[in-house]
Every structure is written in C-alpha cells, then in structure tokens.
C-alpha cells in the first residue's frame, strides 16, 4: 500500500449533530491537529552558524544569518519569511547545512507565549487508575470495561512510565534521536518551549548507549526513521527487545506520507508517527496523545485476555453439559418406571390426528404434570399437617419422600423457570440492554414480560402454558452456533420491543401486527445450521434443493415455526379465528423472509418511498412496516454499545470462518471475511454500516424519530472500528459514506 490523493468522504447521520467522517493525510498521522499559532521567538545563548530554512517546499532555501543577539522565529506551516520580523531575505542561494554542532545543555527561551496545559487538562490525565476501574458505565459508551483485580495489576503493568501521574511536560524527558542538524535543533527547541527536558542523540548507536547507561532517565523517545548508522526501525527493535528499556514510548518521526511505513512503525511496536516539518501544535499535546493511546491498547489486550478466559469456560461448560445429558439417558435408559409408560402413552395418543384440539390440550396438560418431581408431595403435606408429627419427624420424612420421588420419577418436561421480579419493563425497552449478565434460562420470563406488557396473551387466548412450552421448544430449537443462537433470537425481540416501545412504533400497528411480529423475532432463525444461504447453495444441500435456492435459510425458518405450532401443545396460535390466524401467518411468513440480506435494498426502497405518506389504516403498509422492523433488529448489533456491539461482532466473525473452513473442505472459494488467516474485522464492520445499517436507519428516522440514540451510538462504533483501522476522522470505508443528518423538522437526507 503507499501513499494516495486525498480523500474526503461525508456521512450524514440521524442525530441531533452533524455526522462528519473526512479522511485527509494531516500532519500528524492519527493524531487531529489545530489551526497553525503564531511563531515562537527563541533566543539564542551563544552566536550559532547560518542556518538554511526551507519555508517552501517548492523554493529553494534561504540563508539567514543569526547574530549572538538575534532572535530566529520559527516559522510554523502556512507562514512564510515575510510573516516573521526577520532580515531583508537574500537572494536565493543554495546552501548546504553546517558541519554538526553539539547543542547547547540550555538555550534560554522566550517562553512568554507559551500556553501550557491548563490544570484541568492535567486533572484530567491525572486521573489515578482506580478512578477509572470504579466509574459507572452507565453515560459513557466510550468505556470499555470494568477492570478487575487481575486487570488493574496487568494495567499498572504496562503503563507509560510517569503515566499514572501524566503531569504537565516538565516532568518529561525526551530523547530526540537525528542525523539532521536542523531537525533535531527544530524538534528539542519546540519541546522545550513546550517545557519537556530534552536530550539530542546525532545516531541510533548514541541513543542505545544513553538508554542503556541511564535506563531510568528517559520516559519518552523521538527519533527519525532514516539514520545512516542505525535506522529508527532498528533503535525501535533494540528498545522494545530491552526488558529495561521495553516499555518507554517511542515516537517515529519522518517526511514520508507512505501508509506502508505508517504501518510498519506501528507493528513494530512505536507508539505514534509524526510526520516532518514538526510543528509546536503537536508537540504541545504530544505526551497526552501517547497515554492516551497506551492506555486503549492495554484495554484493547485486557479485552482479548478475558475473551479467551470466557472461550475456555464457555467450551468447558459445553463438554459438562454434555456429560451431564449423556447421564441423563443413560439413566432414563436403565430405568423404565410406570410414569415413563404413561407419559409416552400420552404422547402417542398427543400424535393422534383424530383427536380433536381440546382434548390434545388436555392431555398436553397432563403430561406436564406427570413430570412434576413432587408429584406424590401434596397429598402426603395433608397427612403431616394433622398436627400428630412433630416438626423435626416431619422435615426428615419430607427429605425422604422427595429423595425416594427423585430417584424412580424422570421430569420428562423442562419446567419453565418463575419470574424472580427481575423484570423492568423501562431497563427491558432501552436500546443498551445488556443481555450478557444474564444466562439463557434467565432470559425466558423477560419473553412472557415482552408480550404481557401489550396483553397479548389474554387478548388471542393463549394459554400461558403453552406460550410456555413453545418457548421451552422454541429454546432448544437453536443450535450452538458462535452467532445464530437462542441469544441472537432474544437480541432481535427485545430491540423489536424497544422500538415498539421506546420508538412508539405500536402506535402504527394494530395488535395482531405486534403479536405476529414478536412471533416472528422469536423464530426468525430457528435451527439455523451456522452456514449461510450462499453455502447452501453452492453445496446443493437438501435445504436449497427443497426451496429452490430461493431465501434457502429463511424459507427453512418459517417452515420449521410453523411445523412446531402446528403441535397442540405448542400451538400458539390456538386462540385466533382462521381469518385472524391466516393474517398473523402472513405478518410472520413474510417478516422473516425478508431477513434475507439479498433482499435489503428492495425493501429499504420500497419504505422509503412509502414512509412519509405511510397510513396505519393500510394493512399492506403495516406489513411493509412489520418487515422493515424485523430487518432493523435483525442487525441492530451496530447500534448497541460499543462493548456489546465488539462482542457481538466477534462471535459472527467466528461463525464466519468456521463457515470459511466448511468451504475449503467442499474444495470452494473461502467467501469474502470468511477467510481465518485474513482477518478484516474493522473493515467489514465499517463496510457494513456505511452501506446496510445507515440507510436502513434512515428511512426508518422518518416515520420514528425516537430512533436517534441508536444513530448516535451508531455512529460513535463507526469511529471505533475505523479508529482501529488507523483512520483519521473515522473516513476511509473504502468506497463512499453515508451522512445522515437529524434536525426537528424530520426531514433526512443520503448522500453517497
């Protein structure tokens, strides 16, 4: 990769600002830069050499004579000769720079012009670490964690040596490192007159000698990338393979825009790169932009390190849960007790088509109860309540009775766990919600709590121990994929629920609509395989062949749902009238299909075309809706915080190359981010955002703008990754951006 034109892309987002995204090449790479200031005036203790200074690049350098008392302005860019107080200039001469001279130990300075850090900026770098790992979450989604013990003492670790107290840059020690006179001469008096100590070193050599005999002297290292004796890339190398010496910042300097050396310098372990003629500006908030860069690293490492702590247990609780069902069925195959006979019994009388609906619900019921453990508890409570068994007789004989009643009677029926109380409907409807502090069986009652806040159960009939039992089902339903699971399923429900709520999108649906919707949600990828539509496909699987390579995964979604409610006692919809069952069919059959990625742009058209003149009374402009609201849960990952929306990312990135190892078994091409040894995470996340998510978001903001929370914190992850890959401004997307703009009066605009 080298260097390119500039370029400058726009993004117009849903929030109450401006969402401007503009990569350029600055002057500091990565780093955002001020407006030039005013010269600084240096004066000189001792008469020096005449010094070319080269003001314009494309002039030819101009000799000026600096007498004993002169004062020599340094001219910063967009200044010319004639802007400083300086001599008549001569006419152009080619001069070439003076024989090396050691500099001076001190120069005195005219710093009277100096604006330093103010104390607040310092209070705020000063902020001791503890402070940090202690602050609540909650109002800031640029926090990435909370740190534990472990992690505070893997923080205090790494740091920047005098980073826990980033005091102001008299406390700072620079080695600047420069075969080039000028350079270096430039570079200490603007650290100086920023009021760093400075130390010069002609080579890398020098600069190896002086760590290593003071060790302890330096906390912060400047040098060029060009040397003749020893390269920046090697004094770099040498550094970081020092054990003493490994953790002091160094900062690369050079007069190249090359990307590729950019890179370079980064892998290699520098911690910023600033780019020639160094200007005061950046080096006043030099020291500030290391720590605070150090600090996102040895987060972004901290993250990994959980991450894979959670992987192994995760894959530990796996293999248990494994064992543990493998127990089970070895047991329920030794032993075949009267209970077993009768609930099988029931089951195959369940299975009977000639029965009618009524009785299979009863008999449904029956078979629940059956697989109570306490099943011969209540009636026993009777005979020990008669006040003829003291209380310690009758805790030992109920300890004994329930053991006795664990051993020979299975529960055949997973019981559906109570509500604790933990619901709150206001924590449940907001966009952050935070499903990750809670385990899967937790999260089955917030499923009754989402379709009991809108009544819908009483409302169609449903009895509640069937939604139970088809949420059970609907649970084991899911495979353990890395992404498609029972997880992604409550994700996208309880999103639809926030903007049902939160959004007031049920204001624009009738009841049906929400009822066959947050069905929909709950199924819209049951049992999916973790292999997507495009590997069906090219594979000729049985599910492509069945659907004819149309909407492969989503026909098979709807299909299974169907089949399931289709059993009584799963049947959900038991309680509808045919007409109304057939409309709710409807709503969810063509909600889920259009979860189809290849269908995106048709329907993101055909909303906005409707959504500024969309009438509730039109049931095709409520199903155009219901499907658009779908869609928008369906990836709504990028509108989570940060943290949530990193985490979700990572896990789909996993399935994608387990389905990348899939494809290079079939002996196929490994599909686009799919491939394991050529990770583009931040690239598809950009990606995926500038072309899916904002102009879905768009055409949404018109009809719901409640929604501009998510575009904001969208938009704050789209600088994130594009933060990670190494981009100024959050620009370079790597082909057009999305700008969307939010103001009272509705009205939005896309432009690419």
Known sequence: MGSHPSKSRTHKALGPLSFTATTTHTRHVRASTSSSLPSRTVSNASPSPPIPLRVNPSSPPETVDAPPSAKIPIPTDGETMSQAPTTPAKPPVRAMAPPP????????????????????????????????????????????????????????????????????????????????????????????????????????????????????????????????????????????????????????????????????????GADDYLLKPIRTEVIKNLWQNVWRRRKENIYAALLHKEKKKRDSLQKQLVVLEEEIDLLKNQVSEAIDTPINVISNTIRELISDHQLTDGVKQALAQVLQSLGTSDLYQPAFLRVTEGGYIDETTQEYLLSVIADKSGMFIRNDVEQFPEDQGGVDTEQLSQFDFDLWIHNDRELLPFFVHMFQHFNLLKMFNVPMDVFQNFMLQVRQSYHQNPYHNFRHAFDVTQFIFSLLTTANAASMLSFLDIFALLLAAVCHDLEHPGLNN??????????????????????????????????????????????????????????????????????????????????????????????????????SNPVRPFTLARYWSDLLQEEFFNQGNEEQKWGLPISPHMDRNNEAQARMSVNFIDYLVFPLLESLYVRLPKIAPCVEQCKMNRDSWAFMLGEEGGGGSGGGGTEVEVGPSSETKLEQ
């Open 101 to 268: 001279a050691p500099l001076p130990e001190s120069d005195e300075l005219d710093v009277s012009s100096h604006q330093g850090i103010s104390d607040e900026e310092c209070s705020r770098a000063t902020t001791p670490v503890s402070d940090y790992s202690s602050r609540p979450n909650s109002g800031n989604p640029n926090r990435f964690c909370f740190m534990n013990e472990d992690m505070q003492q893997e923080w205090s670790r790494r740091q920047p040596r005098h980073a826990v107290h980033a005091l102001n840059p008299e406390n700072i020690h620079c080695l600047v490192v420069d075969d080039e006179y000028i350079t270096i001469t430039v570079v200490a008096r603007h650290l100086r007159n920023c009021r760093y100590k400075v130390t010069t070193a002609r080579d890398g050599s020098e600069a190896v000698r002086l760590l290593e005999e003071n060790p302890n002297m330096f906390q912060l290292v400047l040098t060029d990338i060009n040397m003749p004796v020893m390269s920046g890339y090697e004094l770099l190398r040498r550094i970081r393979r020092n054990s003493q010496l490994s953790e002091i910042p160094v900062v690369m300097m050079s007069a190249t825009e090359d990307l590729d050396v950019v890179y370079r310098c980064t892998k290699d």
């Open 534 to 635: 495009n590997f069906q496909i090219a594979t000729e699987s049985d599910l492509a062949i069945q659907f004819n390579d149309k909407s492969v995964l989503e026909n098979f979604h709807c299909f299974t749902a169907f089949k399931l409610i289709s059993k009584p006692e799963f049947n959900v919809l038991c309680g509808l009238s045919p007409a109304d069952r057939k409309e709710a069919r409807c709503i969810m059959v063509n909600s889920i299909l259009a979860t189809d990625m290849a269908r995106h742009m048709e329907i993101v058209t055909k909303f906005s075309a409707i959504s500024k003149t969309y009438n509730r009374e039109k049931k095709q402009d409520r199903q155009l809706l219901c499907e658009v609201l779908l869609k928008t849960a369906d990836i």
